[in-house]
Protein backbone atom coordinates (compact mmCIF):
# COMPACT_ATOMS: atom_id res chain seq x y z
CA UNK A 1 0.00 0.00 0.00
CA UNK A 2 1.45 3.18 -0.97
CA UNK A 3 0.52 5.18 2.00
CA UNK A 4 1.84 3.04 4.41
CA UNK A 5 5.19 2.02 1.88
CA UNK A 6 5.77 6.64 2.76
CA UNK A 7 5.04 6.60 6.13
CA UNK A 8 7.97 3.47 6.30
CA UNK A 9 9.79 6.40 4.42
CA UNK A 10 9.23 9.13 6.21
CA UNK A 11 9.89 6.89 9.58
CA UNK A 12 13.60 6.00 7.73
CA UNK A 13 14.20 10.09 6.77
CA UNK A 14 13.75 10.24 10.55
CA UNK A 15 16.37 7.93 11.89
CA UNK A 16 18.68 9.24 8.83
CA UNK A 17 17.99 12.42 10.23
CA UNK A 18 19.19 11.55 13.53
CA UNK A 19 22.64 10.38 12.18
CA UNK A 20 23.11 13.38 10.39
CA UNK A 21 22.45 15.03 13.20
CA UNK A 22 25.64 12.76 14.95
CA UNK A 23 27.14 14.47 12.63
CA UNK A 24 27.18 17.49 13.17
CA UNK A 25 24.79 19.10 10.61
CA UNK A 26 22.10 21.42 11.74
CA UNK A 27 18.32 20.65 11.66
CA UNK A 28 18.41 23.65 9.18
CA UNK A 29 20.76 22.69 6.06
CA UNK A 30 18.97 18.99 7.03
CA UNK A 31 15.37 20.57 6.45
CA UNK A 32 16.79 22.19 3.31
CA UNK A 33 18.21 19.46 1.37
CA UNK A 34 15.07 17.33 2.25
CA UNK A 35 12.90 19.83 0.83
CA UNK A 36 14.63 20.57 -2.33
CA UNK A 37 15.24 17.09 -3.19
CA UNK A 38 11.84 15.98 -2.82
CA UNK A 39 11.22 19.58 -5.45
CA UNK A 40 13.44 17.67 -7.87
CA UNK A 41 10.90 14.86 -8.34
CA UNK A 42 7.58 16.63 -8.12
CA UNK A 43 8.69 18.54 -10.78
CA UNK A 44 9.54 15.81 -13.11
CA UNK A 45 6.09 14.41 -11.99
CA UNK A 46 4.44 17.61 -12.91
CA UNK A 47 6.35 17.87 -16.43
CA UNK A 48 4.97 14.37 -16.90
CA UNK A 49 1.22 15.16 -16.17
CA UNK A 50 1.00 19.18 -16.79
CA UNK A 51 -2.76 18.97 -16.90
CA UNK A 52 -5.14 20.83 -15.02
CA UNK A 53 -2.14 22.13 -13.24
CA UNK A 54 -3.99 25.80 -11.63
CA UNK A 55 -1.13 27.77 -11.93
CA UNK A 56 -2.37 30.53 -13.68
CA UNK A 57 -5.19 30.48 -10.36
CA UNK A 58 -3.75 33.19 -7.90
CA UNK A 59 -5.49 31.01 -4.90
CA UNK A 60 -3.27 27.92 -6.06
CA UNK A 61 -0.31 30.00 -5.22
CA UNK A 62 -1.59 31.23 -2.24
CA UNK A 63 -2.92 28.12 -0.40
CA UNK A 64 0.41 26.25 -1.46
CA UNK A 65 2.34 28.94 -0.53
CA UNK A 66 1.12 28.33 3.05
CA UNK A 67 1.96 25.25 2.50
CA UNK A 68 5.10 25.58 2.02
CA UNK A 69 5.74 27.28 5.29
CA UNK A 70 4.02 24.71 6.91
CA UNK A 71 6.20 22.05 5.22
CA UNK A 72 9.25 24.23 5.45
CA UNK A 73 8.51 24.57 9.68
CA UNK A 74 7.61 20.77 9.61
CA UNK A 75 10.99 20.14 8.77
CA UNK A 76 13.18 22.17 10.72
CA UNK A 77 11.10 21.76 13.91
CA UNK A 78 10.79 17.82 13.42
CA UNK A 79 15.04 17.76 12.98
CA UNK A 80 15.39 20.70 15.72
CA UNK A 81 13.40 18.33 18.28
CA UNK A 82 15.81 15.33 17.28
CA UNK A 83 18.18 17.22 17.87
CA UNK A 84 17.17 18.05 21.57
CA UNK A 85 15.44 14.49 22.09
CA UNK A 86 15.72 11.87 20.25
CA UNK A 87 14.10 10.20 16.73
CA UNK A 88 11.48 8.11 18.29
CA UNK A 89 10.16 11.17 21.27
CA UNK A 90 10.12 13.64 18.23
CA UNK A 91 8.77 11.31 15.65
CA UNK A 92 5.47 10.79 18.05
CA UNK A 93 5.23 13.97 19.13
CA UNK A 94 5.05 15.50 15.17
CA UNK A 95 2.59 12.35 15.08
CA UNK A 96 0.40 14.61 17.36
CA UNK A 97 -0.72 17.07 14.24
CA UNK A 98 -4.11 15.83 14.19
CA UNK A 99 -5.02 16.88 17.53
CA UNK A 100 -3.83 20.50 15.80
CA UNK A 101 -6.34 19.97 13.41
CA UNK A 102 -8.56 19.48 15.29
CA UNK A 103 -8.23 22.48 17.57
CA UNK A 104 -7.61 24.87 14.72
CA UNK A 105 -10.86 23.85 13.37
CA UNK A 106 -12.40 24.40 16.28
CA UNK A 107 -10.85 27.46 16.54
CA UNK A 108 -12.27 28.43 13.26
CA UNK A 109 -15.86 27.00 12.99
CA UNK A 110 -14.83 24.33 10.54
CA UNK A 111 -15.69 21.50 13.63
CA UNK A 112 -17.72 21.59 16.70
CA UNK A 113 -16.04 19.95 19.98
CA UNK A 114 -17.97 17.03 21.04
CA UNK A 115 -16.97 15.27 24.71
CA UNK A 116 -15.30 12.22 22.93
CA UNK A 117 -13.04 14.63 20.89
CA UNK A 118 -12.18 16.63 24.09
CA UNK A 119 -11.34 13.09 25.86
CA UNK A 120 -9.03 11.88 23.37
CA UNK A 121 -7.40 15.34 23.39
CA UNK A 122 -6.35 15.36 26.89
CA UNK A 123 -5.01 11.86 26.90
CA UNK A 124 -2.83 12.60 23.99
CA UNK A 125 -1.55 15.65 26.18
CA UNK A 126 -1.21 13.03 29.30
CA UNK A 127 0.27 11.07 26.96
CA UNK A 128 3.35 13.61 25.93
CA UNK A 129 3.51 14.36 29.60
CA UNK A 130 4.51 10.48 29.87
CA UNK A 131 6.36 9.96 26.55
CA UNK A 132 8.83 13.58 27.42
CA UNK A 133 8.86 13.20 31.30
CA UNK A 134 8.37 17.26 31.52
CA UNK A 135 6.47 16.13 35.13
CA UNK A 136 9.91 15.04 35.79
CA UNK A 137 11.46 18.42 37.00
CA UNK A 138 15.24 17.00 37.67
CA UNK A 139 15.21 14.39 34.32
CA UNK A 140 17.33 15.93 31.52
CA UNK A 141 16.69 13.02 28.51
CA UNK A 142 14.45 15.60 26.51
CA UNK A 143 14.41 19.47 27.01
CA UNK A 144 12.15 21.51 26.94
CA UNK A 145 13.53 22.99 23.20
CA UNK A 146 13.20 19.37 22.11
CA UNK A 147 9.29 19.33 23.46
CA UNK A 148 7.76 22.39 22.04
CA UNK A 149 10.40 22.42 19.02
CA UNK A 150 8.56 17.95 18.87
CA UNK A 151 4.74 19.83 18.97
CA UNK A 152 5.27 22.83 16.69
CA UNK A 153 6.30 19.99 14.01
CA UNK A 154 3.17 18.67 14.04
CA UNK A 155 1.29 22.09 14.45
CA UNK A 156 3.15 23.08 10.89
CA UNK A 157 2.21 19.58 9.73
CA UNK A 158 -1.48 20.61 10.20
CA UNK A 159 -0.30 23.70 8.65
CA UNK A 160 0.67 22.13 5.55
CA UNK A 161 -2.48 19.85 5.81
CA UNK A 162 -4.95 22.88 5.54
CA UNK A 163 -2.74 24.67 2.60
CA UNK A 164 -2.34 21.71 0.48
CA UNK A 165 -6.26 21.10 0.84
CA UNK A 166 -7.41 24.61 -0.28
CA UNK A 167 -4.36 24.33 -2.54
CA UNK A 168 -5.44 21.28 -4.43
CA UNK A 169 -8.69 22.35 -4.86
CA UNK A 170 -7.56 25.33 -7.24
CA UNK A 171 -4.55 23.04 -9.46
CA UNK A 172 -3.07 19.77 -8.84
CA UNK A 173 -1.62 18.16 -6.06
CA UNK A 174 1.80 18.16 -8.51
CA UNK A 175 1.79 22.04 -8.74
CA UNK A 176 1.02 22.16 -5.43
CA UNK A 177 3.68 20.67 -4.55
CA UNK A 178 5.68 22.28 -6.38
CA UNK A 179 5.52 25.80 -5.34
CA UNK A 180 5.53 24.19 -1.68
CA UNK A 181 8.43 22.71 -1.96
CA UNK A 182 10.08 26.07 -4.15
CA UNK A 183 8.68 28.05 -0.96
CA UNK A 184 10.74 25.87 1.33
CA UNK A 185 13.89 26.39 -0.79
CA UNK A 186 13.97 30.04 -0.40
CA UNK A 187 12.73 30.19 3.10
CA UNK A 188 15.53 27.79 4.71
CA UNK A 189 18.41 28.79 2.12
CA UNK A 190 19.33 31.35 4.91
CA UNK A 191 18.80 29.68 7.60
CA UNK A 192 20.52 26.77 6.17
CA UNK A 193 23.45 29.07 5.37
CA UNK A 194 24.74 28.91 1.59
CA UNK A 195 28.60 27.83 3.24
CA UNK A 196 27.00 24.88 4.51
CA UNK A 197 24.36 23.96 1.92
CA UNK A 198 27.57 23.99 -0.37
CA UNK A 199 29.40 22.16 2.32
CA UNK A 200 27.57 19.36 1.72
CA UNK A 201 27.99 18.70 -2.05
CA UNK A 202 31.72 18.11 -0.78
CA UNK A 203 31.40 15.61 2.20
CA UNK A 204 31.16 11.76 2.88
CA UNK A 205 27.97 12.49 4.14
CA UNK A 206 26.14 13.49 0.94
CA UNK A 207 24.60 9.91 0.06
CA UNK A 208 22.99 9.72 3.17
CA UNK A 209 21.26 13.74 2.62
CA UNK A 210 20.38 11.97 -0.86
CA UNK A 211 18.38 9.36 0.88
CA UNK A 212 17.07 11.91 3.05
CA UNK A 213 15.50 13.72 0.03
CA UNK A 214 14.85 11.25 -2.20
CA UNK A 215 13.12 8.87 1.06
CA UNK A 216 11.77 11.74 3.05
CA UNK A 217 10.56 14.44 0.22
CA UNK A 218 10.31 12.95 -2.88
CA UNK A 219 8.91 9.19 -3.42
CA UNK A 220 6.92 9.81 0.04
CA UNK A 221 4.67 12.72 -1.24
CA UNK A 222 4.08 11.40 -4.16
CA UNK A 223 3.65 8.03 -3.19
CA UNK A 224 1.34 9.53 -0.14
CA UNK A 225 -0.93 11.32 -2.38
CA UNK A 226 -0.81 8.62 -5.12
CA UNK A 227 -2.09 6.60 -2.19
CA UNK A 228 -4.85 8.34 -0.58
CA UNK A 229 -6.71 8.14 -4.17
CA UNK A 230 -7.31 4.62 -3.89
CA UNK A 231 -7.17 4.33 0.28
CA UNK A 232 -9.89 5.64 2.34
CA UNK A 233 -9.16 7.66 4.85
CA UNK A 234 -9.67 5.54 8.10
CA UNK A 235 -7.53 3.31 7.06
CA UNK A 236 -5.24 5.86 5.57
CA UNK A 237 -5.60 6.88 9.41
CA UNK A 238 -4.40 3.62 10.81
CA UNK A 239 -1.43 3.10 8.22
CA UNK A 240 -0.06 6.44 8.99
CA UNK A 241 1.03 5.09 12.07
CA UNK A 242 3.63 3.08 10.86
CA UNK A 243 5.93 6.61 10.56
CA UNK A 244 6.60 7.21 14.12
CA UNK A 245 6.84 3.45 15.12
CA UNK A 246 9.47 2.98 12.19
CA UNK A 247 11.53 6.15 13.13
CA UNK A 248 11.17 4.76 17.19
CA UNK A 249 12.54 1.34 15.94
CA UNK A 250 15.47 3.30 13.42
CA UNK A 251 16.37 4.71 16.73
CA UNK A 252 16.22 2.39 19.57
CA UNK A 253 18.18 -0.55 17.00
CA UNK A 254 20.30 1.83 15.07
CA UNK A 255 21.22 5.05 17.56
CA UNK A 256 21.15 3.05 20.70
CA UNK A 257 18.34 5.46 21.72
CA UNK A 258 16.18 3.96 25.23
CA UNK A 259 12.86 4.68 25.93
CA UNK A 260 11.60 3.25 30.10
CA UNK A 261 8.27 1.76 30.23
CA UNK A 262 6.74 4.93 31.57
CA UNK A 263 7.57 6.69 28.02
CA UNK A 264 6.64 3.42 26.29
CA UNK A 265 2.90 4.17 28.19
CA UNK A 266 2.78 7.52 26.56
CA UNK A 267 3.85 6.67 23.16
CA UNK A 268 1.08 4.13 22.99
CA UNK A 269 -1.13 6.57 24.58
CA UNK A 270 -0.81 8.88 21.67
CA UNK A 271 -0.62 7.28 18.75
CA UNK A 272 -3.65 4.19 19.79
CA UNK A 273 -5.63 8.05 20.91
CA UNK A 274 -4.19 9.95 17.51
CA UNK A 275 -4.99 6.72 15.48
CA UNK A 276 -8.41 6.47 16.79
CA UNK A 277 -9.12 10.08 16.72
CA UNK A 278 -8.19 10.54 12.98
CA UNK A 279 -10.35 7.08 12.32
CA UNK A 280 -13.23 8.38 14.44
CA UNK A 281 -13.41 11.77 12.15
CA UNK A 282 -12.79 10.23 9.08
CA UNK A 283 -15.80 8.27 9.25
CA UNK A 284 -18.80 9.67 7.30
CA UNK A 285 -21.57 11.45 9.57
CA UNK A 286 -25.46 10.80 9.43
Not at 122 to 139: F, H, M, S
Not at 173 to 187: E, K, M, W
Request: hydrophobic share 60%.
Amino acid sequence: MLVALAAFFWGLSGGIGGILIAEGWGAYVLSFYRGIIGLLFVLVWLILRPGNSGLANPRLWFWATVAGLGVAGNFSFYFLSISEGSVAVAATLMYCAPVFVFLVSFAIGLEQPTPLKCVAIVIVIVGIALLTGIYDVGGNEVTWVGVVSGLLSGLCYAVFIFGFKFAARNGSPQAALVIAFSVLGIVLIWPASVVQVVAVLDTPEWPMFMALGVLGGGMSFIAYIVGLKHTVPTVASIVAMVEPVTAALFGILLLNESLGGVQFLGMGLILVTVTALSFYSSKPSH
